[in-house]
């Protein structure tokens, strides 16, 4: 199956009508989508109750990927609020033990930052990741090209293939060394994840740029761009089980649009969304 969907739910404007709380957003994207993914448990561990409301207002074949927190992937700046790793490490799990009894997680996205380069040391921390992560399914997305230049692309294909990581295929500007290429290979065949970033390479070197969150994402991708990544997923589809495709370039709020617009190309029409709410005023 290809599941398209959206990076959280809440900022979506042109999917929600002045009737729509924010507490029954989610309810209302899924009436769009089969998939999302949580934003919110990079920024914090989430509580449960969070996970146990949100797998509440979905459909029962919805599926969430669910972003690592940022102590799990170098972000964090300062010092972490756990005593160990291994502390932190089991309250995230805690934090995602609503989805999987829903049978609603599809994955864990790791992704890291654009200085986490291709060492010894970070593949050995990769390996402690999925380690602690335990049977948990788990995407990895880098952010340095070093893991795909020609010294180590193969190695790098082999290793997540190896130690059962799914492979997050980026969409994004070419701005090196911070981004990596488009390399369209799924190195499992039941789940490979597809994330649209955009290509505003301007917006994505804003490095000093106090208000870069809203530049870095804003691009919307036009019909061609659209109609030859439609080519690329159905070829992923037939080495793969599940298509995962999720847009994150949101900074203008293109992302809906796009997705419903992927959607007319690959003629996919979803069942069994949740029932979209009708605005009679």
């Not at 507490?23 to 998939?35: G, H, I, V």
């Not at 380069?117 to 049977?135: F, G, I, P």
């Not at 659209?226 to 080519?231: F, I, K, Q, S, V």
């Not at 997923?233 to 203008?252: D, M, T, W």
């Given at each position: 199956?290809?599941?398209?969907?959206?990076?959280?739910?809440?900022?979506?404007?042109?999917?929600?009508?002045?009737?729509?709380?924010s507490?029954?957003?989610?309810?209302?994207?899924?009436?769009?989508?089969?998939?999302v993914?949580?934003?919110?448990?990079?920024?914090?561990i989430?509580?449960?109750?969070?996970?146990?409301?949100?797998?509440?207002?979905?459909?029962?074949?919805?599926?969430?990927?669910?972003?690592?927190?940022?102590?799990?992937?170098?972000?964090q700046?300062?010092?972490?609020p756990?005593?160990?790793?291994?502390?932190?490490?089991?309250?995230?799990?805690?934090?995602?033990?609503?989805?999987?009894?829903?049978?609603?997680?599809?994955?864990?996205?790791?992704?890291?930052?654009?200085?986490?380069?291709?060492?010894?040391?970070?593949?050995?921390?990769?390996?402690?990741?999925?380690?602690?992560?335990?049977?948990?399914?788990?995407?990895?997305?880098?952010?340095?090209?070093?893991?795909?230049?020609?010294q180590?692309?193969?190695?790098?294909?082999?290793?997540?293939?190896?130690?059962?990581?799914?492979?997050?295929?980026?969409?994004?500007?070419?701005?090196?060394?911070?981004?990596?290429?488009?390399?369209?290979?799924?190195?499992?065949?039941?789940?490979?994840?597809?994330?649209?970033?955009?290509?505003?390479?301007?917006?994505?070197?804003?490095?000093?740029?106090?208000?870069?969150?809203?530049?870095?994402?804003?691009?919307?991708?036009?019909?061609?761009e659209?109609?030859?990544?439609?080519?690329n997923?159905?070829?992923?589809?037939?080495?793969?089980?599940?298509?995962?495709?999720?847009?994150?370039?949101?900074?203008?709020g293109?992302?809906?649009?796009?997705?419903?617009?992927?959607?007319?190309?690959?003629?996919?029409?979803?069942?069994?969304?949740?029932?979209?709410?009708?605005?009679?005023?």
């Open positions: 199956m290809i599941h398209i969907g959206l990076t959280g739910w809440g900022d979506h404007d042109t999917l929600y009508g002045s009737h729509v709380s507490r029954n957003k989610l309810q209302e994207y899924a009436s769009y989508f089969p998939a993914e949580v934003d919110s448990s990079f920024y914090a989430q509580p449960v109750k969070n996970a146990e409301r949100w797998t509440g207002n979905t459909p029962d074949s919805f599926q969430f990927v669910v972003k690592a927190y940022q102590g799990m992937t170098g972000h700046r300062g010092e972490l756990f005593a160990t790793q291994e502390e932190m490490f089991d309250a995230f799990l805690e934090s995602i033990s609503p989805y999987e009894a829903a049978n609603k997680l599809s994955m864990v996205l790791f992704q890291f930052p654009p200085w986490f380069d291709c060492t010894r040391a970070n593949v050995d921390y990769l390996r402690e990741c999925k380690a602690k992560m335990k049977d948990i399914p788990c995407a990895l997305e880098f952010r340095h090209q070093s893991w795909f230049n020609n180590f692309k193969e190695k790098t294909l082999s290793f997540m293939k190896k130690e059962n990581w799914i492979h997050s295929i980026c969409d994004e500007p070419q701005a090196m060394p911070g981004s990596i290429p488009a390399i369209l290979e799924p190195v499992q065949k039941d789940k490979v994840l597809i994330r649209f970033h955009g290509r505003n390479y301007y917006g994505w070197t804003q490095k000093n740029n106090p208000n870069w969150r809203e530049v870095r994402y804003l691009y919307r991708y036009n019909q061609k659209l109609e030859d990544w439609a080519e997923i159905k070829r992923l589809h037939e080495q793969c089980k599940n298509v995962y495709v999720l847009f994150n370039n949101n900074s203008g293109d992302a809906a649009d796009n997705a419903m617009q992927l959607m007319k190309i690959l003629g996919i029409e979803y069942e069994n969304l949740a029932p979209r709410q009708l605005d009679l005023f």
